[in-house]
């Protein structure tokens, strides 16, 4: 999830970084976080999404694990960044503006773990991600911030910095996020299945598979790079993908893995995942009150996750 702040006024767009690690805040008392009940634990549990989404307009694959992690939802996101602005209006006069995040493009979390899985972004991105600046239609160049390196400074350190600094989030389970982070099914025997089946339709294409390792590439594809080269190629291996259903195959078992380290940590999670509910309903209230630091209102028909 990428953060923009813009200087109104003078149009300047300030990046302030890519939330994509999980914060971690410098305070040294840990959060309280709700002790559940057995029968709140199981509530939650005979409600949870156990199976993959999928969103193929915009590439998405929403699977059980994306409803915990507060530090990836866009509305949080939101949230530190309207502070930031408050912080730099009210010490420096600037007037930051941020952008909501139900107006962010979805196809910025288009699921790319084994290359692009639909048409549409395979013809636009190849095999590059969506959100990483390449592809058929790149976004406009941010334009030059126009204040001066000490005001961008002390905005950097005593907005920025000290707001992210006092971030105290409760962790998850370490087994917990390193299943959900890796995603890796490589040895299970059901997914090397699948990938042997779209090796063999790629080879069939007159194609050579990624000879790392790298599910879903080819030894002549790049995630760096768009051309309509690397567009054309892509597009095959969608075919193949559909052709053996790898995508949905895939997804199940990482959603399969998921669900079972959910269930082992039952507790632990949704204790942090309750505390978390909490703290996005007090980061929704401070955006409803604090509307002028946002350039325009939600956009109807798009989503904060």
């Given at each position: 999830m990428k953060r923009f702040l813009i200087l109104a006024g003078t149009v300047a767009l300030v990046i302030c970084g890519v939330l994509g690690f999980r914060w971690k805040g410098n305070s040294s008392a840990s959060p309280i976080v709700p002790q559940l009940s057995k029968v709140e634990i199981e509530s939650r549990l005979a409600s949870l999404q156990r199976h993959p989404l999928y969103d193929p307009v915009n590439g998405r694959v929403i699977f059980p694990a994306d409803d915990f992690f507060i530090q990836d939802n866009p509305v949080y996101g939101a949230y530190i960044e309207a502070q930031i602005a408050v912080c730099a209006r009210k010490k420096f006069g600037a007037d930051l503006k941020v952008e909501y995040p139900r107006n962010r493009p979805l196809i910025d979390s288009a699921w790319n773990n084994y290359g692009p899985w639909t048409y549409e972004i395979a013809k636009e991105f190849g095999f590059t991600h969506p959100n990483s600046g390449e592809g058929r239609i790149r976004p406009p160049d941010p334009p030059i911030m126009s204040y001066s390196e000490e005001v961008r400074h002390r905005i950097d350190v005593e907005c920025d910095e000290s707001i992210y600094e006092s971030i105290n989030l409760?962790?998850?389970?370490?087994?917990?996020?390193?299943?959900?982070?890796?995603?890796?099914?490589?040895?299970?025997?059901?997914?090397?299945?699948?990938?042997?089946?779209?090796?063999?339709?790629?080879?069939?294409?007159?194609?050579?598979?990624?000879?790392?390792?790298?599910?879903?590439?080819?030894?002549?594809?790049?995630?760096?790079?768009?051309?309509?080269?690397?567009?054309?190629?892509?597009?095959?291996?969608?075919?193949?993908?559909?052709?053996?259903?790898?995508?949905q195959r895939i997804a199940e078992l990482q959603a399969e893995q998921q669900v079972r380290i959910i269930e082992k940590y039952a507790p632990e999670i949704f204790a942090v995942k309750a505390y978390e509910e909490d703290l996005m309903r007090r980061a929704e209230e401070y955006i409803r009150d604090h509307q002028s630091i946002f350039i325009s209102p939600p956009q109807r028909g798009s989503t904060t996750s």
């Open positions: 409760p962790g998850y389970p370490a087994e917990f996020i390193e299943v959900v982070s890796s995603g890796d099914v490589s040895k299970d025997p059901r997914a090397i299945e699948v990938n042997e089946e779209l090796s063999v339709c790629i080879r069939e294409k007159g194609l050579s598979p990624s000879s790392h390792g790298n599910w879903g590439l080819l030894d002549n594809s790049t995630v760096k790079t768009y051309n309509d080269e690397q567009a054309e190629l892509a597009v095959q291996v969608v075919e193949c993908k559909e052709k053996v259903n790898f995508t």
